[in-house]
């Protein structure tokens, strides 16, 4: 479960419906509040069949580690972190924290603030992790086959 908030159980529910319904998507998008949203479903106790073939990488964007999953074990799952120096809300140090819930977190390091980084060298170490996502996906499929 996501949380005990109202907001948090309805976008539990809604993810869950796309989940049953067989909606396709690989992985999870999260940026500040909603990075640790993700977090939390990524780390929630649910069967394995219900997300965990769905998700299959996570990207964090001025993220930070909920308390409840401090203590938690690495998740084996490709995770890119994106971090921006001069951010005010969420420090470098938080979003540390966030990066070790996982085992082999990759990282972006931009000098800007609370943002996801638009700039073209950002964009080309978003879009290098999304392509070796992709390819890991057509691997697993290939060996399945």
Do not use: W
């Not at 140090?93 to 800007?112: G, I, N, Y």
Request: glycine share 8%; with cysteine; hydrophobic share 45%.
């Amino acid at each position: 479960m996501l949380g005990g908030t109202s907001a948090c159980q309805h976008a539990e529910r809604l993810i869950f419906a796309f989940v049953q319904a067989g909606v396709p998507f690989d992985g999870v998008l999260g940026f500040s509040n909603g990075a640790a949203a993700a977090a939390m479903l990524l780390a929630s106790p649910m069967p394995a069949e219900e997300v965990v073939p769905a998700l299959r990488f996570a990207l964090f964007a001025g993220g930070y580690c909920p308390n409840a999953l401090h203590d938690m074990p690495p998740l084996a799952l490709p995770s890119l972190h994106m971090v921006g120096t001069g951010d005010d809300l969420v420090t470098p140090e938080d979003s540390a924290k966030l990066a070790a819930l996982f085992e082999r977190p990759r990282h972006l390091v931009h000098e800007q603030g609370h943002i996801v980084p638009q700039r073209s060298s950002d964009s080309a170490i978003i879009v290098g992790f999304l392509r070796d996502q992709i390819e890991s996906s057509l691997e697993a499929r290939k060996a399945r086959e």
